[in-house]
């Protein structure tokens, strides 16, 4: 069975500080990876995928398929990275039914 | 173009009462996705569906609560003989291959 865990309900940091928002997973094979965020009053929405390899908006995600995480990182947190953010997982190819982490409220403190 | 949306954007219900509630999923998009966020709380997965079948109902809290999907489109989620605890955000998705495109959700309070 597919499972994503995201330990942390609620991150604080301070602005300018590095943030690391946590997610391991379990899957038999090779899973697509994600990261979900959702602002106030915002429509959820996806903020990167790992097989892409980029980075949005100064946050990264690498996969370590040793450790089998995903954690997503940005080097100096800003006021407005203040969201709720998903870390969600899937079957390689693609149209398979895509597993949600319970999610980690990040709260940057100015 | 026009992104998911769903219906109502709000109810309010009393307990004990029927409620249905609507998801306009992205044309072509053959998966669809019921969550339920509470208050403070994550995102809980109810359904899937792939197509018009439902390959994993194991998210819905009772028997009390179902889905259906038609022509491989809209899908309704209807809760019969509403509780306190039901009351919630519902969040609609859909998806072609991976990324999934949420709705603006239904607020559902049952008093």
């Known amino acids: 069975a597919q499972r994503v865990t995201q330990p942390e309900k609620l991150l604080s940091v301070f602005k300018g500080a590095p943030v690391e928002l946590k997610c391991n997973y379990s899957?038999?094979?090779?899973?697509?990876l994600f990261w979900y965020v959702q602002y106030s009053r915002q429509r959820l929405q996806l903020l990167l995928r790992h097989i892409s390899r980029e980075s949005i908006k100064g946050f990264t995600a690498d996969l370590n398929k040793g450790e089998t995480s995903f954690h997503l990182k940005k080097p100096f947190a800003q006021e407005e990275d203040s969201a709720m953010y998903y870390c969600?997982?899937?079957?390689?190819?693609?149209?398979?039914?895509?597993?949600f982490g319970t999610g980690t409220k990040l709260q940057v403190i100015p | 173009g026009a992104g998911v949306s769903q219906s109502p954007s709000n109810k309010v219900t009393e307990k004990g009462k029927d409620v249905e509630l609507r998801c306009d999923p992205i044309s072509g998009h053959t998966a669809l996705y019921w969550y339920r966020q509470s208050l403070g709380q994550g995102l809980e997965f109810l359904i899937y569906f792939q197509g018009n079948s439902a390959p994993d109902k194991s998210g819905l809290p009772s028997d009390r609560f179902s889905a259906e999907r038609t022509g491989g489109s809209v899908s309704t989620l209807t809760i019969q003989r509403t509780q306190q605890e039901d009351s919630a955000v519902y969040l609609c998705?859909?998806?072609?291959?991976?990324?999934?495109?949420f709705g603006p959700g239904t607020r559902l309070t049952v008093t």
């Open positions: 969600a997982l899937s079957g390689p190819g693609g149209y398979q039914k895509v597993t």
């Open positions: 998705a859909s998806s072609l291959v991976y990324e999934q495109y």
């Open positions: 899957y038999s094979g090779s899973p697509e």
